[in-house]
């Protein structure tokens, strides 16, 4: 073998080993980087060459570098990251709602239902009474006034949603934009030999956050380009990307591609979340409140109208309250000018409070789905719980699946400085060897020239 094929085999491998440990040290750099994938360099022999009959071996070449990925565990990550960022995020809202109504509390709405009727009761045995009726009056401002500050506490929550929505689509739109930016790049690097594994690990981290918005589903050409659909539409792949948006439809939120009028089928994520409390959630429990609030009003005022005040020419066909409407619990005008339009007595007479009592009694009677104003407000309040609960554990369990599945995902990707150290001695050994035959082929080289 000529020694010049021993100094071009020498001068590939010390090229080759260099790279190499340049591969080892980028690994150790990011080994606190969560978001990089371990890289591994598979060695191969160089193209060999034909000369006196036989093929002569040139050297060793790094045939490629390794991005160590587990695609099973990416796809269940995928899968289990929508649903658990959907009951995470659906947790929060339905924490927020519990807290509006405060229950149980002084201050909340069972409580102040309660002091309502029992100002009816007390005015039931000194009907005359001008405190007493104060007191009726107060009681009914107390209440009135905390079920609007509770829809205008939801409307408030509604509106965040609905911000929160439209920030989040505007992030769904940056991520298909950029998975498309490098969806070109990698397909760039498709047919060299250069490694895109680093643009990879971007895109993978772009799928990851965007697996948190929505229910996505992802496949690979030959090319590694990614072609991703959300909620059942197609978003982007290596040419285009759409664009999403949030759709009002009566009161209902969707998202749909830009302009279309239709809405992706979203089962999990923040966006599912989103509009799910939005259009279903929120909406009953106000339906609740206002059936219940409508309820009551009828219910008094069917009573009150038919008792008589205690002017001096006593009138009748007066109701307490003006209406329940638009989240507002509002006392009829005459009532907040002069309590003694307050109308109580049953025949007319001076003293007579039958119809106070029977305001107050409506506190025990089942007036509403066969139940009392108290336990059908119970169990509104029940089930804003029992949702609580629910979205809690399914949270909760959601969780662990994603944790085990990152451990699973940082076990097999992750940095492991010892064994990059270990990998870096062993090419730096090789290396080593590299040269010391580059030394041996100058010597001999040197043996011959002297003999010339």
């Given at each position: 073998?000529?020694?010049?094929?021993?100094?071009?085999i020498?001068?590939?491998?010390?090229?080759?080993?260099?790279?190499?440990?340049?591969?080892?040290?980028?690994?150790?750099?990011?080994?606190?980087?969560?978001?990089?994938?371990r890289?591994?360099?598979?060695?191969?022999?160089?193209?060999?060459?034909?000369?006196?009959?036989?093929?002569?071996?040139?050297?060793?070449?790094?045939?490629?570098?390794?991005?160590?990925?587990?695609?099973?565990?990416?796809?269940?990550?995928?899968?289990?990251?929508?649903?658990?960022?959907?009951?995470?995020?659906?947790?929060?809202?339905?924490?927020?709602?519990?807290?509006?109504?405060?229950?149980?509390?002084?201050?909340?709405?069972?409580?102040?239902?309660?002091?309502?009727?029992?100002?009816w009761?007390?005015?039931a045995?000194?009907?005359?009474?001008?405190?007493?009726?104060?007191?009726v009056?107060?009681?009914?401002?107390?209440?009135?006034?905390?079920?609007?500050?509770?829809?205008?506490?939801?409307?408030?929550?509604?509106?965040?949603?609905?911000?929160?929505?439209?920030?989040?689509?505007?992030?769904?739109?940056?991520?298909?934009?950029?998975?498309?930016?490098?969806?070109?790049?990698?397909?760039?690097?498709?047919?060299?030999?250069?490694?895109a594994?680093?643009l990879?690990?971007?895109?993978?981290?772009?799928?990851?956050?965007l697996?948190k918005l929505?229910?996505?589903?992802?496949?690979?050409?030959?090319?590694d380009?990614?072609?991703?659909?959300?909620?059942?539409?197609?978003?982007?792949?290596?040419?285009?990307?759409?664009?999403?948006?949030?759709i009002?439809?009566?009161?209902?939120?969707y998202?749909?591609?830009?302009?279309?009028?239709a809405?992706?089928?979203?089962?999990?994520?923040?966006?599912?979340?989103?509009?799910?409390?939005?259009?279903?959630?929120?909406?009953k429990y106000?339906?609740y409140?206002?059936?219940?609030?409508?309820?009551?009003v009828d219910?008094?005022?069917?009573?009150?109208?038919?008792?008589?005040?205690?002017?001096?020419?006593?009138?009748t066909?007066?109701?307490?309250?003006?209406?329940?409407?638009?989240?507002?619990?509002?006392?009829?005008?005459e009532?907040?000018?002069?309590?003694?339009?307050i109308?109580?007595?049953?025949?007319g007479?001076?003293?007579?409070?039958?119809?106070?009592?029977?305001?107050?009694?409506?506190?025990?009677?089942?007036?509403?789905?066969?139940?009392?104003?108290?336990?059908?407000?119970?169990?509104?309040?029940?089930?804003?719980?029992?949702?609580?609960?629910?979205?809690?554990?399914?949270?909760?369990?959601?969780?662990?699946?994603?944790?085990?599945?990152?451990?699973?995902?940082a076990?097999?990707s992750?940095?492991s400085?010892?064994?990059?150290?270990?990998?870096?001695i062993?090419?730096?050994?090789?290396?080593?060897?590299?040269?010391?035959?580059?030394k041996?082929?100058?010597?001999?080289?040197?043996?011959?020239?002297?003999?010339?």
């Open positions: 073998m000529a020694l010049t094929r021993i100094f071009d020498s001068r590939r491998s010390l090229a080759t080993y260099q790279n190499a440990m340049n591969v080892s040290a980028h690994n150790i750099a990011n080994a606190a980087n969560s978001s990089y994938s890289q591994k360099v598979v060695l191969g022999t160089e193209d060999p060459e034909k000369g006196a009959k036989f093929m002569w071996g040139t050297g060793v070449k790094i045939a490629t570098i390794e991005r160590v990925r587990d695609t099973l565990i990416d796809k269940q990550m995928i899968n289990n990251q929508y649903a658990y960022s959907g009951n995470e995020k659906q947790s929060l809202i339905l924490s927020q709602l519990e807290q509006v109504f405060s229950e149980p509390s002084d201050l909340g709405l069972s409580s102040l239902m309660t002091e309502f009727f029992n100002s009761d007390q005015l045995v000194t009907p005359n009474s001008i405190p007493l009726r104060n007191d009056v107060v009681a009914a401002k107390n209440l009135s006034s905390r079920v609007e500050g509770i829809n205008n506490d939801i409307d408030t929550i509604k509106y965040d949603i609905f911000s929160e929505m439209q920030g989040q689509v505007d992030s769904l739109n940056y991520y298909l934009k950029e998975i498309r930016g490098l969806n070109q790049q990698i397909n760039q690097y498709a047919n060299g030999t250069q490694s594994n680093d990879l690990d971007s895109r993978s981290n772009m799928i990851d956050e697996s929505a229910n996505i589903s992802v496949t690979y050409d030959n090319y380009n990614a072609t991703i659909s959300v909620g059942g539409v197609f978003a982007v792949d290596a040419s285009v990307n759409i664009e999403f948006e949030v009002n439809d009566g009161g209902e939120l998202v749909g591609p830009v302009n279309s009028g809405a992706v089928n979203l089962k999990g994520g923040e966006l599912f979340a989103l509009t799910e409390t939005y259009s279903e959630t929120i909406p106000q339906n409140i206002d059936t219940l609030f409508k309820q009551l219910s008094v005022n069917s009573v009150h109208s038919t008792g008589s005040t205690i002017e001096s020419t006593p009138r066909g007066i109701n307490f309250f003006k209406e329940y409407k638009d989240g507002k619990l509002v006392i009829d005008d009532i907040l000018t002069d309590v003694k339009n109308a109580v007595s049953s025949d007479t001076d003293g007579n409070g039958d119809l106070a009592a029977q305001l107050g009694a409506l506190s025990s009677n089942k007036v509403i789905s066969g139940t009392t104003f108290e336990g059908y407000y119970n169990s509104l309040i029940s089930e804003v719980g029992n949702d609580k609960v629910s979205s809690d554990r399914l949270a909760e369990a959601s969780k662990l699946v994603v944790e085990q599945l990152e451990n699973q995902r076990s097999v992750g940095v400085v010892d064994e990059e150290m270990t990998d870096i062993k090419f730096q050994r090789s290396y080593d060897a590299s040269a010391r035959l580059i041996i082929a100058n010597e001999m080289l040197d043996t011959l020239m002297s003999l010339v």
